[in-house]
């Protein structure tokens, strides 16, 4: 039987199932992946197109570190917050500055785009206590939430959009607290009590249900976000740095500052993997999990720091960043996991990408071939 031409299979199939996935939209003809952030990609990166990451670009035009970033969910533009409180909103591809956010007085702490790409929030560093709500295609402060005793640490928006996840330390009774607000009010939806150690991290899990509370004393809640109700609480071993779930919300990833990773089941609590364990690395400064849910990088502290791609299954380096020499201090994938954008200690922002283009685009054509039986 002959092939058939790679534009005609992929124009005949409409979604691919992925174990990391719900489903791809595959375009109805085979064009360049873009070298950038674009949600039209055809095909989810693998680890093994990620060997060898190059540099693709680096923006200039901050004064101070760049610790927060996030990035738009058409992947098309990167949100940067500094030290000295100013945002920026930048376009990946060209690197042109689009417009500036001002208002904040203290270090951008965390930053949270809603899934519609419309709105922005923000949190500030102790000295202001604050978090605004801006309109992110206009730039327009659309709202500011400020309690003199919430220091706000991190911020989650929901994937229905509609609410925004708080972790605090409240100064006055100097323990932690979790509140989600309804993010077009402002009004009080959930309040939930923990550890009596500061929170450093909330996310929520894809499907609206869960929201995970990460805590310096290296504990875990999961929390029932319908009822109010606390259903697990876990043990990372050590201060927790960055929480994740997988796209069908079935499974937590957790690293630490110390770099411990484990992988957990959402639904029991019980503790499925710990592919890394303590690195003795005394801090990490950042961590991003791929969207494939199979490799996470990670920013390592120190005089000189160092960035790294692991393997999550196995816990191995995929490769070393070279290139840049400097502190991360933030970092953030693309939605479609193409591209790993980095804020750095020197002001600069660095654009990634692993070579998505040959062995991905090889990946997906014998994988359709194969589905269609040829």
Do not use: C
């Amino acid at each position: 039987m002959a092939l058939q031409p790679l534009s005609k299979i992929l124009t005949s199939l409409i979604l691919i199932p992925t174990v990391a996935l719900t489903a791809i939209v595959v375009p109805k003809a085979v064009t360049q992946p873009t070298s950038y952030g674009s949600s039209t990609l055809t095909a989810l990166p693998t680890s093994q197109s990620w060997q060898n990451p190059q540099l693709i670009r680096t923006i200039t035009g901050n004064s101070h570190p760049v610790g927060a970033l996030a990035i738009t969910p058409d992947g098309n533009n990167i949100v940067s917050g500094t030290d000295d409180g100013t945002i920026k909103v930048w376009d990946l591809k060209t690197g042109k500055l689009l417009r500036t956010l001002t208002g904040h007085t203290d270090t951008i702490l965390s930053l949270a785009i809603s899934p519609d790409g419309q709105t922005l929030a923000s949190a500030s560093g102790i000295n202001e206590k604050s978090v605004k709500i801006w309109n992110l295609k206009t730039g327009a402060l659309m709202r500011t939430i400020q309690q003199p005793d919430w220091f706000v640490k991190s911020l989650a928006i929901s994937p229905d959009g509609k609410s925004l996840a708080l972790g605090i330390w409240n100064t006055t009774a100097n323990k932690p607290q979790v509140k989600v607000l309804n993010l077009s009010t402002g009004e009080s939806l959930h309040s939930f009590q923990g550890s009596k150690y500061s929170n450093l991290t909330v996310s929520y899990s894809p499907d609206g249900q869960t929201l995970a509370i990460g805590y310096e004393d290296s504990t875990i809640q999961l929390w029932d976000l319908h009822t109010g109700n606390l259903l697990h609480t876990l043990n990372q071993g050590a201060a927790v740095k960055a929480l994740a779930f997988s796209q069908d919300s079935k499974t937590l990833m957790s690293e630490s500052y110390t770099q411990t990773f484990k992988v957990w089941n959402v639904a029991t609590g019980k503790l499925i993997s710990s592919p890394i364990a303590n690195s003795g690395i005394v801090f990490v400064n950042a961590v991003a999990f791929n969207p494939n849910g199979k490799m996470f990088a990670s920013a390592l502290g120190g005089e000189k720091g160092a960035l790294k791609l692991f393997d999550l299954p196995t816990g191995n380096v995929i490769s070393p960043f070279t290139g840049f020499s400097g502190i991360v201090y933030s970092l953030a994938f693309t939605p479609n996991g193409s591209t790993l954008v980095t804020g750095n200690f020197d002001g600069t922002i660095s654009i990634w990408q692993g070579r998505f283009l040959g062995s991905s685009l090889r990946a997906i054509t014998s994988s359709l071939q194969e589905q269609v039986g040829l």
